[in-house]
C-alpha cells in the first residue's frame, strides 16, 4: 500500500472479557429528570391525599352543624306551633335582652352593668345605679310591669346622693 492511504477497519471483539458499555450523557440526564418527576408527583399527590382528607373531615362537621341548625329550627317550628309568644331565654341574642332592659330604665337610672346567665334560663343581674329613691322605685315598677321579665328581686340598696343597687329578674322573652 504504498502510495494510498490504509484504511483499518475495525473488528469485531470476540474476546470473553465483558466490557462497560457507555450510557450517552442525553440518556443519563432524561432518566434523571423522569425520576425527579415521579418524586415530585407522588409528593404532590401525598398532599393532595391529606388537603383531601381534610375537606372530607371539614364536610362531616358541616353536616353535623346542618343536622344541628335542622333539629333546631324544627323544634322552634313546633315551639311557634304550640303558641308560646317570643323566644327562649336560651335562644334569646344578648342584643334583645339589653333592649328590653333598655325599654324599662328611666331617663334618670343608668345600667352599670348587666349580667346574663343562659345557663340559669335567662337570669339577668343589673347593677343599677338610680339618681334618687323615687327613680329606683319607677324602675322596680317597670321591671315588674314589663312582660319580658319575671321573678324581679330587688337586692340591698347603698343610699347615699344615689341609690346604687343590684336587681337579679329572670328574662322571659314576650313578642317583638
Do not use: C, H, N
Not at 106 to 115: I, K, N, Q, T, W
Not at 134 to 140: K, N, T, V
Amino acid at each position: 500500500m504504498a502510495g494510498g492511504a490504509a484504511v483499518v477497519s475495525r473488528q469485531p471483539d470476540f474476546s470473553t472479557t465483558p466490557r462497560p458499555s457507555r450510557v450517552p450523557v442525553l440518556e443519563t440526564v432524561a432518566v434523571a429528570v423522569g425520576l425527579v418527576a415521579i418524586v415530585l408527583s407522588g409528593g404532590a399527590a401525598w398532599r393532595a391525599r391529606d388537603e383531601a382528607r381534610v375537606a372530607r373531615s371539614r364536610l362531616d362537621d358541616v353536616r353535623r352543624e346542618v343536622e344541628a341548625a335542622t333539629a333546631r329550627l324544627t323544634s322552634l317550628e313546633a315551639s311557634s306551633r304550640t303558641g308560646r309568644p317570643g323566644l327562649a331565654a336560651a335562644d334569646a341574642e344578648p342584643a334583645r335582652i339589653v333592649a328590653d332592659v333598655a325599654t324599662v330604665l328611666p331617663g334618670d337610672a343608668r345600667l352599670e352593668r348587666l349580667s346574663i346567665d343562659y345557663a340559669r334560663g335567662g337570669a339577668v343581674e343589673l347593677a343599677v345605679v338610680a339618681r334618687d329613691a323615687s327613680a329606683w322605685d319607677r324602675l322596680l315598677d317597670r321591671l315588674e310591669q314589663a312582660p319580658q321579665f319575671r321573678e324581679v328581686e330587688p337586692g340591698p340598696e347603698v343610699r347615699d346622693a344615689e341609690v346604687r343597687s343590684l336587681v337579679r329578674a329572670r328574662w322571659v322573652g314576650g313578642p317583638r
